[in-house]
């Protein structure tokens, strides 16, 4: 395939990823595998695609103030850690069943995403962090948050993708986050686990730079035009783009287990 029309298409994949807050690096492997690129080159190339687009997305969120910074340092600590001690353990676990397992999380993730969010939350209590940031303030219930982190980051480190599935959902319905910080603050998130999973890849060896310049143009244009996207549709809408592509996602990863 001609490598420009491949750039367009992970252009495509960027715009939509972006506006769910998923990144979308599972996508861009199966793009670069249907099209010739080796697993290995596929997923490194992937993860420099996704750190190059999650990152100038950042940016445009970041300017436009709907990413939670602090947010971002809380989690994101956890993330880096579990995620590392799942790639790590990884062998010694069962691909598939964690790769069915992850779909079927994912699924339920998305369907949660379209109910009506409650907004009654319990406010008070010894587990109860109060975390201020961009002029609101939101209740981090520890005894949830920490163990579902810790478990995302642990399963996204041995399957190979993103938490951005989790992480939206995660602060949309336990920390009640609006849907456009959500999605700012997951895609700086998968943007800091994009760069570590590039840096590990990198080490073997599979990699293009020539190849992977032209690409990471396409997604890094595509993000920044999702990003603007994102600040003009509604959160309703960002749900249904969220689910919609969490959905699909969960039915690729069914298939690479059983085809």
Known sequence: MNIWLLAFIIFSIAAIMTMSGRGGGNFY???????????????????????????????FFGKNNVVSWKLVLIIGCMT?????????????????????????FISLAAFLMLKPIIKEVNSEGRFILKLQSNN?????????????????????????????????PLMVLLIRVPMKIAVGTSTTLVMVTA???????????????????????????????????????????LK????????????????NVFC
């Open 195 to 237: 760069l570590s999973g590039f840096l590990g890849h990198l080490s073997s060896g599979h990699f293009d730079i020539k190849l992977a310049i032209p690409l990471a143009i396409g997604g890094i244009i595509g993000a920044i035009i999702g990003a603007k996207l994102t600040l003009k549709t509604k959160p309703k809408f």
């Open 136 to 168: 609101e303030t939101y209740n981090l219930n520890l005894l949830l948050v920490v163990p579902i982190v810790l478990f995302t980051g642990f399963v996204s480190g041995m399957v190979g993708i993103s938490g951005g599935s989790f992480l939206v």
């Open 240 to 255: 249904i783009i969220f689910a919609t592509t969490s959905l699909i996602a969960a039915l690729l990863m069914i298939y």
């Open 80 to 104: 880096i850690v579990s995620a590392f001690l799942g790639g790590f353990l990884s062998e010694n676990f069962n691909d598939k069943l964690l790769r069915i397992v992850f779909a079927v």
């Open 29 to 59: 492997v199966v793009a670069l595998a249907m099209t010739g690129f080796s697993m290995h080159e596929a997923a490194t190339t992937g993860q420099f695609i996704l750190m190059l687009s999650s990152f100038f997305a950042t940016i």
